[in-house]
């Protein structure tokens, strides 16, 4: 039976890191690279945007400030480089 | 009178292995060939629902509430045809629909994000060696009971690179073929793109309508999917062999809910009989089963 993409499927849940590559190309080097960075990426670009939409949603009177979007920032910057040191979301 | 129906009666305690073994082949043929439209329907169907939530999401037509659920079950969905197709059971290669296999095969585990060589080459692992501890690639989810296996999966998903990710790499780079190298830069670029995805309809604005689309129906789908698929039908998963690696048992949620897998010991008895025939297979197998000493957990 399957899981989901690398192959989480054969991919743990999504925004999860998939094995880093053992090639020592640039290439390679590059993507590897690219997958150690990735709990960070994922906080950045889609944490941080989701809480910012949810404070947005939450708080009518947020839609407009600059505010939400600062906090989504810190908690899916912060959120995601705790992931990429300790190796887990929670 | 079939085959199946004298051998109710027939006292397979007098039978050598040989002429069970014979037995049990010429039953399991009569269930074995034919088209499983009911699969091929299945994953078109369900590939055109996930896909309709998209529009209807994104412009605001379809509430959160009900698009998460949605395509939760598009999710839990789209694994099984895809397996049909693994097996080759809608045509082999060389057969005049070859092709419809593959695209089903590709096609069907879009929702799910599942990159289909991957799966197929980790999935053969999985039956060449169910319940090793080595070298089966779903032994992740041997787990004491099932509230066991479902907090060590979310336990496991938790985790920056889920165990699950790294056993089926590993899996691949054991094969160490050309096509499995191939199928995990595959299944490397699935991960990247729906990483990508989530990321750019985020920032466009649209992060809770893909979390509701893709992001929470993996996560729990996912765990849906392993439960019901590797968790159950292999439980405990401490034997090896044809007749003891898989079980048939009884769910409280009945044979639709748990996707047929009460019967998943025919599948790997018979990995290319369709998976709607598992039932009737099953029945007609059933004093075989028992007699080869095959797991009934109530069935």
């Known amino acids: ?90 | 009178m079939s085959v199946s129906a004298t051998v109710q009666e027939r006292d397979l305690g007098a039978l050598s292995t040989q002429e069970l073994m014979r037995l049990e082949r010429s039953i399991a043929e009569q269930f074995m060939g034919g088209l499983p439209w009911g699969s091929i329907a299945w994953a078109f169907t369900n590939l055109a629902v996930w896909l309709s939530l998209w529009p209807l999401t994104l412009s605001g037509m379809l509430p959160l509430w009900a698009t998460a659920p949605i395509a939760t079950l598009n999710v839990i969905l789209s694994y099984l045809p895809s397996h049909e197709a693994q097996h080759r059971i809608i045509a082999r290669e060389g057969e005049r629909l070859f092709w419809l296999n593959q695209l089903v095969g590709h096609l069907s585990p879009v929702p799910l994000g599942l990159s289909y060589q991957a799966a197929r080459l980790t999935h053969y692992e999985h039956h060449k060696h169910a319940n090793d501890m080595e070298l089966d690639p779903d032994m992740n989810t041997k787990s004491d009971s099932g509230w066991h296996m479902i907090v060590k999966d979310i336990r496991s998903q938790l985790q920056t690179v889920p165990k699950m990710n790294t056993s089926y790499a590993k899996a691949l780079e054991r094969l160490g073929t050309e096509e499995a190298r191939r199928a995990g830069a595959v299944a490397l670029i699935y991960a990247l793109a729906t990483n990508a995805v989530l990321i750019g309809f985020a920032w466009a604005g649209y992060a809770l309508e893909v979390a509701a689309l893709v992001w929470l129906p993996r996560i729990v789908g996912g765990v849906y999917i392993r439960f019901f698929l590797s968790w159950a039908p292999h439980h405990p998963a401490t034997d090896l062999g044809r007749y003891r690696d898989t079980r048939g048992f009884r769910s409280r949620l009945g044979n639709i809910l748990t996707m047929g897998m009460q019967y998943h010991v025919i599948h790997h008895l018979y990995p290319r009989m369709p998976l709607f025939r598992h039932p009737a297979a099953f029945r007609a197998l059933r004093p075989i089963l028992v007699a080869r000493g095959c797991r009934l957990d109530g069935i």
Do not use: Y
């Open chain 1, 1 to 90: 039976m399957p899981r989901d993409s690398v192959a989480q499927p054969p991919g743990g849940g999504v925004g999860s890191d998939p094995p880093a590559p053992t090639s020592t190309s640039l290439m390679g080097r590059l993507l590897g690279l690219l997958l150690q960075g990735m709990p960070f990426i994922f906080g950045i670009g889609f944490i941080a945007p989701l809480m910012t939409q949810l404070l947005e949603r939450t708080l009518p009177s947020a839609a407009q400030a600059q505010w939400p979007l600062f906090v989504g920032l810190v908690i899916g910057g912060t959120w995601g480089a705790v992931a990429n040191v300790t190796g887990r979301w929670l």
